[in-house]
C-alpha cells in the first residue's frame, strides 16, 4: 500500500472559469477524470492508500467515487436487493483505499490536512493537488526527502515563458529572439513529502 497520499481537492478552481460547471479535479482527459490520473501516478509506485480533503463541491467527488464501479465496469444485480451486485472485468484501481473526508468550504490547505490527520498511516505521507498532473519520479522524491532528514520535502521547477523574448539594440532593432525561454524563478511543483511533526 506505500505512504498515505493527502489529495488537496478542495478549491474552487478560479482560474478555471470557463463556463463549465464540473469541479476542476473531475474534468475529464482520455474518458477519466484528472483526480484519478493524479491516483494512478501514485498507484503506479505502491502508494494507494488516498484521504482526499474536500471541500468546494464535495458532493460531486464523493458521487464519483460512490458510483465508480457501476460507471467503469460491467454488472450484474438484483433488482429489490441492492446488496447483491456483481462486477463482471477486474478493475485496476481494486487495491486503492480511497477515504474522502469534507473539510470544509473555505479551509485553507493547511488546515485540510490537519482535518484529515487521523487518517493518515505512518510517520512519512505525500501531499499533492487533485488537478496538477506531471512526471514525476515519486520513487526519487522520496529517497530525497529521506537523505535530507527535513520534515517537508516540496518540488519545484523553473517554468517556461508563454511568450518569445525579443532583444533589441539602441536603435529598436531586434538583435535576437529566444522562444519560451526557461524563466530565472521557480515554482511549487505541487507534490509534497511530509512527516508527520509536520502537523504540530
Not at 75 to 80: K, P, R, V
Not at 112 to 139: K, Q, S
Request: net charge positive.
Amino acid at each position: 500500500m506505500g505512504l498515505s497520499v493527502v489529495i488537496l481537492c478542495g478549491g474552487q478552481g478560479t482560474r478555471m472559469r470557463s463556463g463549465t460547471p464540473t469541479k476542476k479535479e473531475l474534468v475529464e482527459i482520455g474518458g477519466r477524470p484528472i483526480l484519478w490520473h493524479v491516483m494512478k501516478i501514485f498507484a503506479t509506485y505502491g502508494h494507494t492508500h488516498f484521504i482526499l480533503a474536500l471541500g468546494y463541491q464535495a458532493d460531486a467527488v464523493k458521487r464519483y467515487f460512490l458510483e465508480y464501479e457501476a460507471m467503469t465496469r460491467d454488472f450484474t444485480l438484483w433488482l429489490g436487493d441492492s446488496r447483491r451486485i456483481t462486477y463482471h472485468q477486474p478493475s485496476d484501481e481494486r487495491a486503492w483505499r480511497v477515504t474522502l473526508a469534507d473539510t470544509g468550504l473555505r479551509t485553507n490547505k493547511a488546515s485540510r490536512i490537519r482535518r484529515v490527520a487521523h487518517y493518515i498511516e505512518g510517520e512519512t505521507f505525500f501531499v499533492t493537488y487533485g488537478d496538477g498532473v506531471a512526471d514525476i519520479d515519486l520513487d526519487a522524491l522520496l529517497a530525497f526527502h529521506r537523505e535530507h532528514g527535513r520534515l517537508a520535502t516540496v518540488t519545484g521547477f523553473q517554468p517556461r515563458s508563454q511568450y518569445g523574448l525579443l532583444e533589441a539594440d539602441a536603435d529598436g532593432r531586434v538583435v535576437s529572439v529566444r522562444e519560451k525561454p526557461r524563466l530565472d524563478h521557480w515554482v511549487n511543483g505541487g507534490f509534497f513529502v511530509f512527516q508527520r511533526g509536520v502537523l504540530d
